[in-house]
């Protein structure tokens, strides 16, 4: 049982570069969620995805870019990172309804911006 | 006003004793509501879910909700080490959950 992956699980960078998180699920679940997590702010989220195609954005979207093309993958794009964006980045995903349900989270990417 | 309200903590309490976690929400129309367990540098791992009034127990955990209050608590019975965290609470909004800041519990052996 597999569950949610997420890669890479650490990553270094420098500001300007374009960077993807990958984040994959096992489960079929329709929604999928972006979120990051920094000291003093808790979880913010930053896009979600109710199905394939459908993406939506969410509290700190700016900077960022994601797409659904199938059910099990939703990645996250920096594409010009910035300092202000390390941070440790959480995948999530829930069956049907998302708000109704459960999320259930892979084991995050800790980005570092140079 | 924040939509889910949790106290930051931290949160002391001596092994073997209750931990109580409380949490406010604003939405009167929230219907589902969540507790998420994180340890540190971990992902957060659901450890309860909560529907309906009245409280719900699960081995040493018991989730309690209160809609006419807007209120929902954690409690934590015979309290071990192991339990030292970050506990967040979690309450459904607009196709999405809305997660309140989390409040760190440390267990005292």
């Known amino acids: 049982d597999a569950g949610i992956t997420q890669s890479p699980r650490y990553k270094i960078t420098e500001t300007g570069r374009q960077v993807t998180l990958m984040c994959h699920q096992t489960w079929s679940h329709s929604y999928m969620f972006w979120y990051r997590q920094d000291l003093g702010h808790g979880l913010r989220l930053i896009y979600y995805s109710a199905a394939a195609d459908i993406t939506d954005k969410g509290e700190v979207p700016d900077g960022y870019v994601v797409s659904r093309s199938k059910t099990e993958n939703f990645p996250l794009t920096l594409e010009s990172a910035t300092r202000s964006q390390t941070s440790v980045y959480f995948c999530?995903?829930?069956?049907?309804?998302?708000?109704?349900?459960?999320?259930?989270f892979g084991d995050g990417t800790r980005l570092s911006i140079l | 006003q924040k939509e889910v309200e949790q106290n930051s903590g931290p949160l002391s309490v001596p092994e073997g004793a209750i931990a109580s976690l409380n949490c406010t929400y604003s939405d009167r129309v929230s219907q589902s509501f969540f507790w998420y367990r994180q340890y540190s540098g971990k992902s957060p791992e659901l450890i309860m879910s909560i529907y309906s009034n009245g409280d719900k127990e699960d081995g040493r955990f018991t989730a309690q909700l209160n809609k006419a209050s807007q209120y929902v608590s954690l409690l934590i019975r015979d309290s071990q080490p192991s339990d030292s965290a970050t506990y967040l609470c979690a309450v459904n909004g607009a196709q999405k959950l809305v997660f309140g800041q989390g409040t760190r519990l440390t267990i005292n052996p």
């Open positions: 999530a995903s829930s069956e049907l309804e998302g708000s109704n349900q459960p999320q259930h």
